[in-house]
């Protein structure tokens, strides 16, 4: 089974609606990081987070993290076309490397 | 945005051929990534360098896989000889500040 499961593996939403992707870890946290994938093009990083509990934001885009749970959600406001891609989870564990561990991925796709 | 400089970004060979990847972070980075990416297994790291060591190559899928980074704007990936199941996106990743890496474009090697 995988350290890093992504729900749903896949999403298809109307333009403008709201959406929201989960990373469920099978290990403990150390920082989780969501980039986002073109086809045919590199990960584009969005966001870290460390902390339990922390929350950040990016334009519509906003990443919590239930370091308990060892969960973290990415939730997408008012979706846009441009916001179809697929999205990674990566996870960083202890032991002080550098090594990241990534989600299966969720392809998200906008409908006008 | 680091930037990251991988070539070729297409290659396309015959099975037995030796395949070498390029990376060239924009500015040295003292720490870089090699990844693999498939449908079938997703993005898994294949080697990592620190100070331009290898500190682990544990991802490494075989033998017929070799990496180097001779300083700190430079790294390959070689594969020799190639086989078909080795036909994947290549990503090369540095690590900037707050341990966050970043990806370059990728190379899309196919074996024939």
């Known amino acids: 089974s995988q350290e890093l499961e992504q729900s749903p593996q896949s999403l298809i939403v109307q333009e403008g609606k709201n959406l929201t992707i989960n990373c469920t870890s099978s290990?403990?946290?150390?920082?989780l990081y969501w980039y986002k994938q073109k086809y045919g093009e590199g990960l584009i990083f969005l966001m870290m987070l460390q902390k339990g509990g922390e929350e950040k934001s990016h334009e519509k885009i906003t990443a919590k993290l239930d370091e308990k749970k060892q969960q973290s959600s990415l939730h997408i406001t008012a979706s846009q076309p441009s916001h179809a891609g697929i999205y990674l989870c990566?996870?960083?564990?202890?032991?002080?490397?550098?090594?990241?561990?990534f989600g299966t991925g969720t392809q998200l796709k906008v409908e006008l | 945005d680091a930037g990251v400089i991988q070539s070729p970004r297409h290659e396309v060979t015959e099975m037995g051929q030796e395949v070498t990847l390029r990376c060239k972070p924009i500015?040295?980075?003292?720490?870089l990534f090699w990844y693999r990416q498939t449908m079938m297994r997703g993005l898994e790291l294949l080697i990592y360098?620190?100070?331009?060591?290898?500190?682990?190559d544990s991802g490494m899928p075989e033998d017929r896989f070799s990496a180097k980074m001779p300083n700190a704007s430079f790294s390959t990936l070689k594969i020799q000889p190639s086989e078909p199941r080795d036909s994947a996106v290549y990503f090369c990743?540095?690590?900037?500040?707050?341990?966050?890496?970043?990806f370059g474009p990728g190379t899309r090697l196919t074996v024939l």
């Open positions: 360098f620190n100070n331009n060591v290898p500190i682990d």
């Open positions: 500015s040295g980075h003292n720490s």
């Open positions: 290990k403990t946290l150390y920082g």
């Open positions: 990566g996870a960083r564990r202890g032991g002080g490397g550098n090594k990241l561990t």
């Open positions: 990743a540095v690590r900037g500040l707050t341990d966050t890496q970043y």
